[in-house]
């Protein structure tokens, strides 16, 4: 087995799978006011910007190659109800951020969240009834947020929210108003997990949650066909793309997913796996690049078509680099 792991060149002829630009979606956050950006002290590197700063930011992306981000919304405090109402106005920042990203960069694909946490005083993906989180009324809710995403120019639905339905909820509402080319890409085995962590602070919804969890929509982590019953079930109701999240903790479910539906297949580098290579590098435990393009490739040898990954520019860079 060694011989063709004795030089370079045989190394890259054997080499299986490779990891381009064209694999990376950039997840970004946006907040508001002009010319200022704020880090995310769970997430070292990464930051919210205003919606300027942002379209700079994206713009430098796209040169890099990278072909979409997918963009979620810092919502100040003063706009969160129990409702979440704040996500269906036409005017909200995630629909400005997205006419401005499409006027700039028209290019770069833009996959918008659909969900309710980011605008719930609760910190919940849906809406709360007596202390449960109900299925329909929350779908009807999601379509209209979905609707004025649409309408702001947003290329990809992305329901991460993991209510049942959704997808062909959404997909019959799109159509209806005309939005036939408007693609979904399903949140579709989203599991409960510890590892959104850093994220509830990037959107600011840390601490809302209380001590509710997110298990009765989220998958349980124990659970491997349920996931693929899922996607089965977010196909069927016209997504066009599926995600797997978190990422390397579930790349079983990957590989199975691919292998099941031979569908566009995506995974997800969520924020705590980004934070602890980031920290273990920032200790010189790690090697920081070495473990981020190492975390990338093994997606891509799992069967997933792209990443989304906090890591998106700094690995285009790399790549670039050679
Ligand atoms: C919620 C949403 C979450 C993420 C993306 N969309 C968090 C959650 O479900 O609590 C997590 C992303 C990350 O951790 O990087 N709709």
New binding site residues.
């Given amino acids: 087995m060694r011989r063709v792991r004795m030089q370079g060149w045989t190394r890259r002829l054997v080499a299986e799978n490779r990891l381009s630009a064209d694999d990376l979606i950039w997840?970004v956050f946006v907040q508001e006011g002009s010319g200022v950006s704020s880090d995310i002290a769970a997430m070292p590197g990464v930051q919210r910007h205003a919606i300027d700063r942002l379209v700079d930011a994206v713009g430098e992306a796209g040169d890099l190659g990278v072909p979409a981000i997918a963009l979620?919304p810092y919502t100040d405090p003063a706009r969160k109800d129990p409702d979440g109402t704040y996500a269906t106005d036409p005017g909200n920042l995630m629909c400005r951020t997205v006419r401005a990203l499409k006027k700039a960069h028209p290019e770069i694909g833009v996959i918008c969240?659909v969900?309710l946490?980011p605008y719930t005083s609760h910190g919940h993906?849906g809406l709360l009834r007596d202390g449960k989180i109900v299925n329909d009324a929350t779908v009807e809710v999601l379509v209209r947020q979905a609707l004025a995403l649409a309408d702001a120019g947003c290329d990809v639905i992305a329901p991460?929210?993991m209510m049942d339905g959704r997808v062909g909820a959404i997909r019959r509402a799109l159509d209806d108003r005309g939005y036939t080319d408007v693609m979904i890409m399903a949140?579709a085995a989203?599991y409960a997990s510890g590892?959104?962590g850093?994220?509830?602070d990037a959107i600011g919804s840390k601490g809302n949650l209380g001590g509710a969890s997110?298990s009765t929509y989220?998958i349980n982590p124990a659970n491997g066909d349920e996931a693929i019953r899922e996607v089965g079930l977010d196909l069927a109701e016209g997504a066009d793309m599926v995600m797997v999240?978190p990422g390397l903790p579930y790349l079983d479910i990957v590989h199975r997913v691919k292998e099941a539906f031979h569908a566009p297949t995506f995974a997800?580098q969520?924020?705590?796996e980004?934070s602890m290579i980031r920290a273990a590098a920032e200790r010189g435990w790690i090697d920081g690049e070495r473990v981020m393009m190492e975390s990338l490739l093994a997606f891509k040898r799992a069967g997933a078509d792209g990443v989304l990954t906090?890591f998106a520019v700094e690995a285009a860079q790399k790549l670039k680099a050679g």
Avoid: I, L, N, T
Wanted: hydrophobic share 25%.
């Fill in positions: 997840p979620f969240d969900a946490d993906d991460s929210d949140y989203k590892f959104y850093p994220f509830r997110k989220q999240k997800y969520v924020s705590g980004f906090y």
